[in-house]
């Protein structure tokens, strides 16, 4: 779906560039080329986890994780003079490399990322190899929020109100707005009302724009899908993609939130330092501090308030798990003494993401110039600041206002990227037989997202050693529904290159090397399609749900583990429902929202 560069080491200079075009030059030929011989990381074996701990003191906050949730988290909670806080991370800095938003899928193949792939799949990902796709998650300050696709989408409102359905009062649409327009900084003219200006976090359209843009309004506009603000009064609709970045670089949630934080003296943070057990007292259920590991050393530190978990939808399970809280059949074959029993890991909730629709056109997309993208950066604009050119809602079957399906429109880039085949984990079919007969110069190509999936997948642990990964089992498409949902999605992208301003350039479907044995376009053969070519939108959420019972929920509607005292989960494993889009904002609102609530419960405003 995503706009990608071919960045070529051999570049012409037409004119001498500045110093600092100079600077990105290098900079972005080394990182791209480091990407594409680089290992990904089978193991957390860096950190020195066997060592008996030393004494790190105490605080009255520990926050394990400075991922979009922890960053936030951090930010808000020093802003308590009184309160010390210590924020612990596994991962290091971000650096100039990982702001340049269309960089994005390079750095999967860095230490920015875990490094984790799924277990072998039965039901999707069939054309990867090994049948595994790629599960990446962000490994330093930021998190997944620096190096994701900085896509900015809210969901819907009645995603929301479902929260309070199941049992989490507080988590209305009404009650949780605010709190996404307190982090909001807007440059976009959207709808009144819905938009914070004066937030932390930037949000801005990408430009220039491609000339198929137009044609993509118009085509949906035959199709009754106007253009709108899909974080405005309705989502339903397409629009240019809102992006969170500031001038054109990314804003994740350590450059938006956590920079000025740092500079308080009450919050102290820790890179390359690997939470490895929440310490709980077994008599009085109460989390009492944590372990964590660096690569030197192993340290324990006590917390004289809260332990908050941020580590995330697949480490949060797992470092639950590694401390005793989570399923107890599961932890007692492992040999994990069992201090609560709690459903954590299950109900892993994904966005399957269908990258087989790709058309051929007579329209013919300049590629640029190198010096010239680079010299664009720099002013903010251009090819490398954005990610996906548009984005649109798409209503099912449903008569509420809840979208079934995201889609997001790429225009031809002009060049291909060699890193698309590995970030995809395509199978050498895939790769020879499909991605390597495209034409980057005038293919677009639609990529579909399932919003609601109804299966569900799991986290669950390979050993009770930390240093292990854990197993990410997504179990896409295990509910036949699923696909159903996901083939009404692609019948309104064949009609939407049916209509006139689609024809007028000629769009032809390029024809998938897979699925043969079927009845080209039908029923079977899309079925087929979507289990060999789906991966997902990287949004994993779910695993430690918040709601009532301690049989189908870990935490409750102020994110406090059940049953244990003094120990809350902050980040994208709580929701307990999907959302009608990509999951930062959210998780950002999740994190805002759970500032407040800490504050009110200690006495402060
Ligand atoms: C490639 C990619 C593209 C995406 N694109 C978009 C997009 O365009 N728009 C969007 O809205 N969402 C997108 N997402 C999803 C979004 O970024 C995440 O949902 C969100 O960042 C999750 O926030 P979090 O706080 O739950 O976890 P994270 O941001 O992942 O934070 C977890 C943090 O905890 C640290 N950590 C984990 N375990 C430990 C441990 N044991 N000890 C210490 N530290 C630990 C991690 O290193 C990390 O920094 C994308 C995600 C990815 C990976
Ligand atoms: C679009 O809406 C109009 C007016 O409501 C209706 O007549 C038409 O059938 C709709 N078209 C499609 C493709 O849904
Ligand atoms: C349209 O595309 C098809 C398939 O690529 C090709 O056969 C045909 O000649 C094209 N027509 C025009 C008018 O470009
Ligand atoms: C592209 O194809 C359409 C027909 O589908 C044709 O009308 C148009 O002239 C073609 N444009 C170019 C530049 O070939």
């Given at each position: 779906m995503f706009l990608l560069l071919y960045i070529t080491l051999f570049f012409v200079r037409v004119v001498t560039p500045s110093l600092t075009t100079d600077y990105y030059q290098t900079l972005i030929s080394e990182r791209t080329t480091q990407a594409q011989v680089y290992e990904l990381p089978e193991t957390n074996s860096e950190f020195a986890t066997s060592d008996e701990p030393t004494d790190f003191g105490s605080y009255d906050f520990i926050i394990a994780g400075a991922g979009s949730a922890g960053s936030v988290l951090a930010s808000r909670l020093s802003e308590i003079d009184d309160w010390r806080i210590l924020l612990l991370e596994a991962g290091g800095e971000e650096d100039d490399f990982n702001a340049i938003p269309g960089m994005f899928p390079y750095l999967q193949f860095s230490?920015?990322?875990?490094?984790?792939?799924?277990?072998?799949q039965a039901n999707c990902c069939l054309g990867m190899r090994d049948y595994k796709c790629m599960a990446p998650r962000g490994k330093s300050i930021g998190g997944s929020s620096a190096i994701n696709a900085v896509l900015y989408v809210r969901g819907n409102a009645e995603d929301?109100?479902?929260?309070?359905?199941?049992?989490?009062?507080?988590?209305?649409?009404?009650?949780?707005?605010?709190?996404?327009?307190?982090?909001?900084?807007?440059?976009?003219?959207?709808?009144?009302?819905?938009?914070?200006?004066?937030?932390?976090?930037?949000?801005e359209h990408a430009t220039p724009y491609s000339d198929l843009f137009d044609v993509f309004v118009e085509a949906n506009d035959a199709l009754n899908q106007s253009n709108i603000d899909y974080n405005g009064a309705g989502q339903i609709g397409v629009s240019k993609t809102q992006l969170s970045i500031k001038h054109g670089k990314r804003q994740s949630a350590g450059t938006a939130f956590l920079d000025n934080a740092r500079k308080r003296s009450n919050l102290e943070v820790v890179t390359g330092a690997l939470v490895t057990r929440v310490n709980i007292n077994e008599e009085t259920k109460r989390a009492e501090g944590v372990e964590f590991a660096t690569k030197e050393q192993k340290?324990?530190?006590?917390?004289?308030?809260?332990?908050?978990?941020?580590?995330?939808?697949?480490?949060?399970?797992?470092?639950?798990?590694?401390?005793?809280?989570?399923?107890?059949k599961h932890l007692q074959?492992?040999?994990?003494?069992?201090?609560?029993?709690?459903?954590?890991?299950?109900?892993?909730?994904?966005?399957?993401?269908?990258?087989?629709?790709?058309?051929?056109?007579?329209?013919s997309a300049q590629g640029s110039n190198f010096d010239d993208t680079i010299e664009q950066y720099l002013q903010g604009s251009g090819p490398l600041?954005?990610?996906?050119?548009?984005?649109?809602?798409?209503?099912?079957?449903?008569?509420?206002?809840?979208?079934?399906?995201?889609?997001?429109?790429?225009?031809?880039?002009?060049?291909?990227s060699p890193i698309v085949a590995r970030m995809y984990n395509y199978n050498d079919n895939l790769i020879e037989n499909y991605l390597n007969t495209l034409n980057p110069s005038s293919d677009v190509s639609f990529s579909l997202i399932l919003l609601h999936q109804k299966s569900r997948g799991s986290v669950t642990l390979k050993s009770s050693n930390p240093i292990d990964f854990p197993n990410v089992d997504l179990n896409m498409f295990e509910e036949e529904e699923d696909v159903d949902d996901f083939v009404k999605g692609i019948d309104f992208v064949l009609d939407l290159v049916q209509t006139d301003p689609f024809q007028r350039i000629n769009a032809t479907f390029v024809d998938i090397p897979v699925c043969g044995e079927f009845e080209k376009f039908s029923r079977e053969f899309w079925g087929c399609a979507v289990r060999h070519m789906s991966m997902t939108l990287y949004h994993p959420c779910g695993t430690t749900a918040m709601g009532l019972s301690e049989e189908n929920s870990v935490v409750d509607s102020s994110l406090k583990v059940h049953g244990i005292?003094?120990?809350?989960?902050?980040?994208?494993?709580?929701?307990?429902?999907?959302?009608?889009?990509?999951?930062?904002?959210?998780v950002i609102m999740v994190a805002e929202k759970i500032a407040d609530v800490i504050k009110n419960e200690y006495g402060f405003k």
């Open positions: 230490e920015m990322n875990w490094g984790y792939y799924t277990t072998p929301y109100d479902k929260w309070v359905q199941l049992g989490n009062p507080g988590w209305s649409y009404e009650e949780v707005l605010p709190y996404f327009m307190k982090s909001e900084n807007s440059q976009i003219r959207g709808n009144g009302g819905y938009h914070g200006k004066g937030g932390f976090w930037g949000v340290f324990r530190v006590s917390a004289t308030k809260e332990v908050l978990v941020a580590a995330g939808a697949i480490n949060t399970p797992q470092l639950l798990m590694l401390s005793g809280v989570g399923p107890a074959e492992l040999g994990i003494n069992v201090i609560a029993e709690l459903p954590v890991g299950q109900n892993l909730m994904e966005h399957p993401q269908f990258l087989g629709l790709t058309f051929h056109t007579n329209y600041t954005s990610t996906a050119e548009a984005l649109g809602f798409l209503h099912g079957d449903s008569i509420d206002g809840t979208p079934t399906i995201m889609y997001a429109f790429s225009p031809p880039s002009g060049s291909s005292a003094s120990l809350r989960v902050v980040d994208a494993g709580i929701f307990p429902s999907t959302i009608s889009g990509p999951t930062n904002a959210a």
